[in-house]
């Protein structure tokens, strides 16, 4: 079993800067395929970042189109650490954030295919 715990949240003004993230525990996640999504208030959880594990050290990220530009997903496997630099947030950048994580996902941006969510951590962009 995977423990995911996401931290780095809170009240930002748009334009603002913030970096989540997402301490992993219970076993070594990297040969793990991690990802970010969110949910908005009132709105399905959806896609934002992911880095998918193809072997050896070498990783692919991959960014929702809405974000592409402003995050960035990036690990650390030594500290089992995964993280998500959001530069430049708006407010309709605000939701709560949830870290995934899973050995077998083949679409990276599907939520399903992930087996290891975290509890999620508030992001608020004020305008």
């Known amino acids: 079993q995977v423990q995911l715990v996401e931290s780095g949240g809170g009240l930002v003004q748009a334009g603002g800067d913030l970096r989540l993230s997402c301490a992993a525990s219970?076993?070594?996640?990297?040969?793990?395929?991690m990802g970010w999504f969110r949910q908005a208030p009132g709105k399905e959880r959806e896609f934002v970042a992911a880095l998918k594990w193809s072997g050896a050290s070498t990783y692919y990220a991959t960014y929702a189109d809405s974000v592409k530009g402003r995050f960035t997903i990036s690990r650390d496997n030594a500290k089992n650490t995964v993280w998500l630099q959001m530069n430049s947030l708006k407010p309709e950048d605000t939701a709560v954030y949830y870290c995934?994580?899973?050995?077998?996902?083949?679409?990276?941006?599907?939520?399903?295919?992930?087996?290891?969510w975290g509890q999620g951590t508030q992001v608020t962009v004020s305008s």
């Open positions: 995934a994580g899973g050995r077998t996902v083949v679409h990276i941006t599907w939520q399903n295919e992930y087996n290891y």
């Open positions: 219970g076993r070594t996640i990297s040969t793990y395929h």
